[in-house]
């Protein structure tokens, strides 16, 4: 906006001064003390002597000098045990997702006769479960505790995972790949929803950005245990290497599904976590009417009103679609089919793609640290969606270099922190 010159000068003066970081006003506010251009000192010496010294991990964790001690034990807390167990599950569902894609460049579409439509299929099949059981799941978990239907359904979905490996045809593939969404679809939006009713929105947006980065990791992780067991245990026991890959997916994630049932805290008005007393549950509950955050109420036609009847659901289901068509697949690793294409060697092809998930996993905590930090959830997601965009032109055109496809393969995955920063934004 233009300058003012009608302003008076003392008001011109105010306004042109720097704006101060969001570290810097916490800081004064936390200790109330007067800063010294508000007393009118101008001696650089008194500005520096007047302001403690803010920590050096302040840019990139939480630092709130108001914060009593018991609410930054409790918040410690909240990291060991909620986020732990929630990045947990989203590592072992990334790892049952990703897993399709290493084993079909890993045999299964010889031994199953398959080709690039029937992978097509195999994803749509996913997706469609997905897309077709997240709502009901969430209206189940206004009746049901999370802590008994999360853990449930990533028993579910694990079964599944072990039924993968007794396939003999594309189609039976296809079949369990929809249940698999199915049950899947239900993890990501009440992680989200857990998330969002223990942390404050400056504490939300880093947390689900590294809940987030567990996905990069299971798909590293996927790549490499595809590549292990192909050497090692290819032919064992009269199964094929990619059989066993679905086979070490479902030992994984046994344990993990199983300790959801006592890690899982639900609400703050309900939490039944062994891990949080009397005082630390009232806490959790100050710390959200704090921030404006009304406990969870009956699901009733008032509650369907006020949700369809708020402009900012259509315009993040709008963002979100932008986000889903401009960033990677599901399942599917273009990466993995191109270097199939060119030759290499199975084990190359299951390694070499795990780079992309380490430039997801950085590139979404350090999004998330920022978007924090400058309190700017927009611009932060369009840096991630901007990535998305180019990628996918680089790709669609096709015929560049070599090495400028090898360039758009890798940072494909920088558009993935859009998703937890626009959940983090719509609390």
């Not at 406990?295 to 008032?302: E, K």
């Not at 294409?341 to 430039?359: D, K």
Request: hydrophobic share 45%; aromatic share 14%; charged share 15%.
């Amino acid at each position: 906006m233009p300058p003012d010159h009608s302003m008076p000068e003392e008001l011109s003066a105010v306004t042109a001064e720097p704006r101060r970081s969001v570290i810097e006003k916490d800081v004064n506010i936390g200790t109330g003390r007067v800063s010294p251009e508000e007393e009118g000192i101008s001696d650089s010496w008194s500005d520096s002597a007047s302001k403690p010294k803010v920590p050096w991990y302040a840019y990139i964790w939480d630092y709130d000098p108001g914060r009593t001690k018991q609410e930054a034990a409790f918040v410690q807390r909240l990291d060991f045990c909620v986020l732990t167990i929630l990045s947990l599950g989203y590592f072992i569902k990334n790892l049952d997702q990703a897993n399709i894609s290493n084993a079909f460049v890993s045999g299964m579409k010889e031994d199953l006769h398959m080709n690039g439509n029937q992978l097509n299929l195999i994803d749509v099949a996913w997706t469609s479960g997905y897309v077709v059981g997240q709502i009901p799941s969430q209206i189940i978990l206004t009746k049901v505790r999370p802590s008994i239907w999360i853990p449930s359904c990533e028993i579910v979905w694990t079964v599944l995972t072990f039924c993968i490996a007794a396939c003999k045809t594309s189609d039976q593939v296809v079949a369990i790949r929809f249940f698999v969404g199915l049950v899947e679809s239900i993890f990501y939006p009440a992680a989200h929803m857990i998330l969002g009713s223990w942390y404050k929105p400056s504490e939300l947006a880093k947390r689900a950005c590294i809940f987030h980065a567990t996905s990069a990791a299971a798909g590293m992780f996927s790549g490499y245990l595809q590549a292990g067991v192909y050497k090692g245990l290819n032919g064992t026991s009269g199964l094929a290497g990619w059989q066993w890959l679905f086979i070490m997916d479902g030992v994984i994630s046994i344990p993990i599904a199983a300790a959801g049932f006592w890690l899982i805290p639900d609400s703050p008005e309900n939490s039944r976590a062994f891990y949080l007393n009397k005082d630390q549950l009232q806490l959790a509950q100050k710390r959200m009417v704090d921030v404006g955050r009304a406990p969870r109420g009956r699901l009733g036609r008032s509650a369907w009103k006020r949700i369809f009847g708020r402009w900012h659901l259509y315009l993040l289901v709008v963002l979100y679609i932008i986000f889903i068509n401009t960033g990677p697949s599901s399942s599917v690793v273009p990466f993995s089919l191109w270097l199939k294409a060119e030759g290499y060697s199975v084990s190359l092809i299951n390694i070499i793609p795990t780079t992309q998930y380490a430039v997801q996993l950085v590139s979404t905590v350090a999004l998330g640290i920022f978007s924090d930090l400058f309190r700017s959830r927009p611009v932060w997601m369009s840096i991630s969606t901007f990535w998305g965009l180019f990628c996918s032109i680089i790709l669609a055109v096709w015929n560049v270099p070599d090495a400028l496809k090898w360039f758009a393969f890798e940072m494909y995955r920088a558009s993935v922190p859009y998703g937890p920063m626009s959940m983090s934004w719509a609390k």
